[in-house]
């Protein structure tokens, strides 16, 4: 288990940008694989952007490809996820994830171990 808390919601209009982080509280952060995920009122949590351990891989859901961009940074222990082109869809809260384990669906979020409290995002139109 690792401690993870995201920052960098708030209300943004359509068409703008927003970056949101993720502070991993611990020393070995290299081995975990982090993903970001949203849940909007009344609808399951869905996968946004995962990003292997040394940062070499990333996965983006079709919604998001070409808009948004996730990274890391190894040595301060966190993650990122760059939201350009917003829409008012995409208005959730937004989790950070990690887990360990190679896993083939990395898009299914019972594979992570660790969860954020989330941030909220607000897209207006």
């Known amino acids: 288990q690792v401690h993870l808390v995201e920052s960098g919601g708030g209300l943004v209009q359509a068409g703008g940008s927003q970056r949101l982080s993720c502070a991993a509280s611990?020393?070995?952060?290299?081995?975990?694989?982090m993903g970001w995920f949203r849940q909007a009122p009344g609808k399951e949590r869905e996968f946004v952007a995962a990003?292997?351990?040394?940062?070499?891989?990333?996965y983006y859901a079709d919604s998001v490809k070409g808009r948004f961009t996730i990274s890391r940074d190894n040595a301060k222990q966190a993650v990122y996820l760059q939201m350009n082109s917003l829409k008012p869809e995409d208005t959730a809260v937004y989790y950070c994830?990690?887990?360990?384990?190679?896993?083939?669906?990395?898009?299914?979020?019972?594979?992570?171990?660790?969860w954020g409290q989330g941030t909220q995002v607000t897209v207006s139109s």
């Open positions: 994830a990690a887990r360990e384990r190679p896993v083939s669906n990395i898009a299914n979020p019972e594979n992570y171990h660790s």
């Open positions: 990003i292997s351990r040394s940062a070499g891989v990333t």
């Open positions: 611990t020393r070995t952060f290299t081995i975990y694989h």
